[in-house]
């Protein structure tokens, strides 16, 4: 058995005392910031990048992977103490997760969270184990004129998913693109958009873009809308739930779990998108339909473990094509670029220890994440009750330092004063940054696809709809686009954010 | 009828769009254009930027046309404050030092806040992030930033 010997593998590389060193601190650290309310997992993991620099690939990516997963969990925990959701996958914890706090029931609200993550967490890696091998394979055959297709799949994708307006979300991929044209051209050797500055001649960095918009641009905004925020963290007594609370938890987590597994799989799809699909399917199934939103355990544990299970699969798209799926698998693959190594299908037989250590330290990380958290949840509570003004000078700190050791120059540290500028004023228009982040990861890639599939084709765009993966492709984007210029669905779509805000 | 914007986000979103096209054309008539089978590097540029005008111009429509909701109040002291805040570490981290860029990074960014106050547990924490800094990322992970900068060192 092939697997088994690929299983025996990543244990190998997962349990060496160092990887292990790293995947404790890396969800211990993510979710410290991670539950300082305001502070996602793209600013988390974009801050704390930096760290991994010096590591090996492996250790790096599987830090960086724990980091993502205590951000996750961290934010569920500010979310159920204090209703100060850090992220938008973390909003639906609020929702009874917070009710459940307001009635002296905190600890057992989180302890569900945890276990429906633990269990969600074991579930995906399985579903990775299982599906990323074939995938891979299949995408060993693919050309330039398919990964051109797949990727505009995957823009699309991630245009129908994210807030607000089509157009802007549109524009904001245009500006992507625009931003990932500056440095040296890969075919000429010719410098774009550079304007003589020898910085720009290897292109923008995206964690300067990254930290500048999620980053300052966050922190701007949040200052704008600073309210006296008195943080009255609930008590936490009791965290182990009663024998009628697990019987309640067990169909919804796996429920959970699977809807989860499968939106993450989805370009476009991951955390959020799997954790508000998840309430609202719950609340239909639920026979406690009129606990919802007053504290239902249901409305807890479901969407904790479809967040948790959207969160691993999401790496699927990323490790076997190269395809970030949300803006957190833009910064995996950035670390990735950074560590020298091309995300895609070639990962899994080149780097065999990579992938398989990566996806064994994700249960470890996970089971880590259970050992830890509840423990330590008192010290959570002190950090979330920090106020926000003694906190982003410190975050702003940490971003300078950050950003100054990516290339060892201050040049960088100008930039994303720019960048943070432009993000203020895309939140203030109304414009999500985070289609812009993926379109300038994977820019530079579709331009070198595309013209080389037109280079083979000689100039012939009929290459990408007779090629027959290439041509689905597209028809999955141009169905996917018309879906939601449909009116009925455009309408549940703006409904369904509205219950967020 | 004059037109009136009825819709200030799409207005200066379409602004921003024609802004960013418009240069990014202007600059890519220096590299060469190519044909769609041997693209030059000018090639994608001029079509991303003819895109962004476009949609520039769609979004000016739909600011007239449409009536959208108003931007509400700008931040400005924080938005200023903030940038100035990071500036001053660009500008100081090398020459004054790792130290004193902290600090001023700290005070200016602080007054972004509308509770600032001068408090001494505020100052404690603020040495003890110095502190910080100096010990994990200058010592432990050797992040070359002299805590003294070429000012004071000469």
Redesign the interface.
């Known amino acids: 058995m092939e697997l088994f010997g690929n299983l025996a593998l990543g244990f190998e590389t997962a349990l060496t005392l160092t990887n292990l060193a790293y995947c404790f601190l890396g969800v211990l650290l993510g979710t410290a910031i991670g539950v300082l309310p305001g502070l996602g997992p793209v600013a988390t993991i974009a801050m704390l990048l930096p760290?991994t620099f010096?590591l090996p690939a492996e250790t790096s990516l599987i830090m960086l992977a724990g980091i993502y997963y205590g951000a996750q969990y961290g934010g569920s925990t500010t979310a159920i103490l204090v209703n100060l959701p850090g992220e938008s996958s973390a909003v639906v914890a609020t929702l009874d997760g917070y009710q459940m706090a307001r009635r002296g029931r905190a600890g057992v609200a989180l302890a569900t969270a945890a276990i429906g993550s633990f269990v969600a967490g074991t579930i995906a890696t399985l579903v990775i184990v299982l599906f990323a091998p074939p995938l891979a394979g299949v995408a060993l055959e693919f050309g330039a004129a398919e990964y051109f297709s797949l990727m505009v799949l995957g823009l699309i994708a991630s245009i129908v998913l994210a807030h607000g307006s089509l157009?802007?979300a549109?524009?904001m991929i245009?500006?992507g693109?625009?931003l990932g044209?500056v440095g040296t051209?890969v075919?000429?050797g010719?410098q774009?958009?550079s304007f003589g500055v020898p910085e720009l001649g290897d292109g923008l960095n995206f964690v300067i873009i990254a930290m500048g918009t999620f980053g300052?641009g966050e922190?701007?905004?949040n200052?704008?809308?600073?309210m006296?925020r008195d943080v009255h963290a609930a008590k936490i007594n009791n965290l182990m739930p009663s024998r009628e609370d697990f019987r309640r938890i067990v169909k919804p987590i796996l429920r959970g779990t699977f809807l989860g597994s499968f939106l993450g799989i989805l370009p476009g799809g991951g955390a959020m998108l799997a954790a508000f699909a998840t309430y609202s399917m719950e609340k239909k199934l639920s026979p406690h339909q009129a606990e919802f939103g007053h504290g239902a355990i249901e409305g807890v544990a479901a969407p904790e473990s479809a967040n948790n299970a959207g969160a691993q699969t999401s790496f699927i798209p990323m490790l076997t094509l190269g395809i970030p799926s949300n803006p957190v698998m833009a910064l995996m693959i950035g670390a990735m670029i950074i560590q020298g190594i091309q995300p895609g299908p070639s990962v899994m037989t080149e780097q065999p220890s990579l992938f398989w250590g990566l996806i064994i330290s994700m249960w470890i990380g996970n089971l880590m994440l259970l050992v830890l958290n509840l423990p330590l949840v008192g010290i959570w509570v002190k950090l979330i009750s920090v106020?926000?003004?003694?906190l982003?000078?410190?975050i702003?700190?940490f971003?300078?330092?950050g950003v100054?050791?990516l290339n060892?120059s201050?040049f960088d540290?100008?930039l994303?004063?720019i960048f943070?500028?432009m993000g203020?004023?895309f939140r203030?228009?109304?414009?999500e940054p985070a289609p812009m982040l993926l379109a300038f990861i994977l820019g530079p890639m579709m331009?070198e696809y595309?013209?080389r599939a037109?280079?083979l084709?000689?100039?012939?765009?009929a290459v990408f709809i007779f090629s027959p993966i290439s041509g689905a492709l597209l028809v999955v984007a141009v169905i996917l686009l018309l879906l939601v210029l449909l009116p009925s669905i455009k309408r549940s779509r703006v409904e369904a954010f509205q219950e967020e805000a | 009828m004059s037109p009136t914007i009825r819709a200030p986000k799409e207005f200066w979103m379409g602004l921003l769009y024609l802004a960013l096209g418009g240069a990014g054309i202007l600059i890519a008539q220096h590299y060469p254009f190519g044909t769609a089978s041997r693209m030059g590097p000018g090639y994608l540029p001029s079509l991303v930027c003819g895109l962004l005008m476009l949609f520039g111009v769609i979004s000016l429509v739909r600011a007239v046309r449409l009536t959208g909701e108003p931007i509400g109040e700008i931040a400005f002291k924080p938005l200023f404050l903030v940038l100035l805040s990071v500036f001053a570490f660009a500008a100081l981290s090398l020459r004054a030092g790792l130290v004193i860029a902290i600090i001023a990074l700290v005070l200016i960014s602080a007054a972004g806040s509308r509770y600032f106050t001068f408090s001494w547990k505020a100052m404690a924490g603020m040495l003890v992030l110095v502190a910080f800094c100096s010990l994990i990322f200058v010592r432990g992970l050797g992040v070359p930033l002299p805590l003294i900068g070429t000012w004071f060192t000469g």
């Open positions: 760290l010096g157009l802007h549109f524009g245009l500006i693109f625009f044209f051209d075919n000429s010719m774009r958009y300052l922190i701007i905004a200052l704008g809308t600073e006296s106020p926000y003004h003694f982003y000078p410190v702003l700190t971003c300078c330092i100054f050791s060892n201050t540290i100008y994303m004063i943070g500028f203020y004023v203030k228009l109304g414009a331009e595309l013209r037109l280079l084709s000689h100039g012939d765009p």
